[in-house]
T-cell receptor, first 109, second 115 residues
Framework: GENVEQHPSTLSVQEGDSAVIKCTYS??????FPWYKQELGKRPQLIID?????GEKKDQRIAVTLNKTAKHFSLHITETQPEDSAVYFC????????FGTGTRLLVSP | NAGVTQTPKFRVLKTGQSMTLLCAQD?????MYWYRQDPGMGLRLIHY???????AKGEVPDGYNVSRLKKQNFLLGLESAAPSQTSVYFC??????????????FGDGTRLSIL
């Protein structure tokens, strides 16, 4: 079945640094790749997504890149702020959405 | 527009008891999903529905049943609760526009403890 691997499981950065989270997927037919942010005790919320016909997408300090050949995609957060601290989940979908196991990002002031 | 609403928010059950979790959405979404979230394991799909009257199994369906009698509601049932079903349960919904998948919108979750 479809599998999504996410790395690292935890990531600590200083405020203002960049953070990169990487995911790989197994089903080459996957065509939609959302990223979710989940704060402690809250619901997952969509922060950015990318479709298979696009290689990169940006939204202010957040960007996602997709390499279909290698079957991996990454989330890039620039100029990190303490409020970016949360768990981030990648996901890939063809028939059903499959989530990665999450990355706990801690941004220290 | 409330989005996706889950009830109850918290529940404690004894082993063997049954209960139903309710998910309601007011966005006219065709697709609805039930996930469970356990520490270190991300979100795993239990069951999903692509429309009123239809349901399908996800990654971890055993011990759960679902029903989608109305488009706006998706019910998750535990017939005989087990401690292994202690988890946080999230409902989500999305549009479907042919082959173009759409973002899922999540509810606030139901924290379920089984003693």
């Amino acid at each position: 079945g479809e599998n999504v691997e996410q790395h690292p499981s935890t990531l600590s950065v200083q405020e203002g640094d960049s953070a990169v989270i990487k995911c790989t997927y197994s089903d080459s037919a996957s065509n939609y790749f959302p990223w979710y942010k989940q704060e402690l005790g809250k619901r997952p919320q969509l922060i950015i997504d990318i479709r298979s016909n696009v290689g990169e997408k940006k939204d202010q300090r957040i960007a996602v890149t997709l390499n279909k050949t290698a079957k991996h995609f990454s989330l890039h957060i620039t100029e990190t702020q303490p409020e970016d601290s949360a768990v981030y989940f990648c996901a890939a979908i063809f028939q059903k959405l499959v989530f990665g196991t999450g990355t706990r990002l801690l941004v220290s002031p | 527009n409330a989005g996706v609403t889950q009830t109850p928010k918290f529940r404690v059950l004894k082993t063997g008891q049954s209960m139903t979790l309710l998910c309601a959405q007011d966005m006219n979404h065709e697709y609805m999903y039930w996930y469970r979230q356990d520490p270190g394991m991300g979100l795993r799909l239990i069951h999903y529905s692509v429309g009123e009257g239809t349901t399908a199994k996800g990654e971890v369906p055993d011990g759960y049943n679902v029903s989608r009698l109305k488009k706006q509601n998706f019910l998750l049932g535990l017939e005989s609760a087990a401690p292994s079903q202690t988890s946080v349960y999230f409902c989500a919904s999305s549009y479907s526009r042919g082959a173009r998948n759409q973002p899922q919108h999540f509810g606030d979750g139901t924290r379920l403890s089984i003693l």
